[in-house]
């Protein structure tokens, strides 16, 4: 049981903010697959090539993880070019 100070009154918890969202199918197997998230406790599995309803704090999480991805794309092509160049 949590603390009395712990809890939060109904009227003090802000709805979550929903959007509408779309993650891209893509051409091979795994990029077809439902992509999983979890957000402060609660877990989803988002169907790909589907418009779907979702918190907006899904919707970060997914875009953070994109652009988390482009980044660790381009930096391997880098280390790539540097080892042919340097080879």
Do not use: C, H, W
Request: charged letters at 35%; hydrophobic letters at 30%; glycine letters at 4%.
């Amino acid at each position: 049981k949590q603390p009395e100070e712990m809890k939060q009154p109904e009227e003090m918890k802000q709805p979550e903010e929903m959007v509408r969202f779309k993650i891209p199918a893509g051409r091979n197997e795994i990029d077809r697959q439902d992509v999983f998230v979890a957000v402060n406790g609660k877990s989803y599995l988002i169907k790909r090539g589907v418009t779907v309803e979702m918190p907006k704090a899904v919707v970060e999480v997914l875009e953070n993880s994109e652009r988390q991805n482009e980044y660790a794309l381009e930096y391997m092509e880098r280390v790539k070019y540097q080892e042919i160049k340097q080879g």
